[in-house]
């Protein structure tokens, strides 16, 4: 039978750092060798699991193939009971830590999952009011324990940002380099064949790098492998 994995990181440390992606992909692959599936695709989202499955960019994707999904445990598809019985009533999908579980286990499973995060918050909301109301009180080591978690949840807000910055600057350069290739195609046509000769050519034309600055033969290097063109390709493509 053939499948799709979906894997899912929340943001933050673990999408920056590939934590946990290779080891649900191991869950998936072992799972897929037991019970004889072929992984014919696989996709991934960096997204917190509050998010319903649907309203994943990749998510969505996956279930709309109209192939069987698994993930590698059920909190990867979602935490949400009302989200897991969603996606149960339109999609098929497997969990690879319990292949052989049923709709009905898997909506059992669902339940005691979100009984378990609501148990979790509820731990967690009451032990940093008692760390609040020490710190308050004047103990030193509880001041310094908050004013340390304040500090690592205003880095963390600041990682999606600098992704999307680092995302739209790649897409920046990866445009410019598509608007540069006619000017490329047209100097090596015209007999540039030396890296040096390249940038002499695309800095008469006038075209400028991605920064605004004179093309060098590192540069043309660096373009030419992007889009994949060599001056053996261009030489082939002239005599034919």
Sequence with gaps: MNVVAYLRVSTG??????????????YIHRAAEQEG???VGEYTDAVSGSVPPLERTQCGVALRSGIPLVVAKLDRLSRDVEHIAGVMKRY???VATMPQADAFQLHIYAALAEQERAFIRARIKDALGALQHRADSGDAASQEKIARRSEALAKGSKAPTAARMMEAKAQRVDQH???????LKA?????????????DCLNKKGQATS???E????TVRRLMLALELSFGTVQRAMRE
């Design 13 to 26: 440390k673990q999408e920056s750092s590939g934590l946990g992606l290779e080891a649900q992909r191991e």
């Design 37 to 39: 599936w072929n992984i």
């Design 92 to 94: 098929k999908f497997m």
């Design 177 to 183: 380099r598509e608007a540069i290739r006619p000017h």
């Design 187 to 199: 100097c090596l046509y015209d007999g540039a064949s030396t890296l040096q000769g390249v940038a």
């Design 211 to 213: 920064r605004g600055g």
């Design 215 to 218: 093309w060098s033969p590192t």
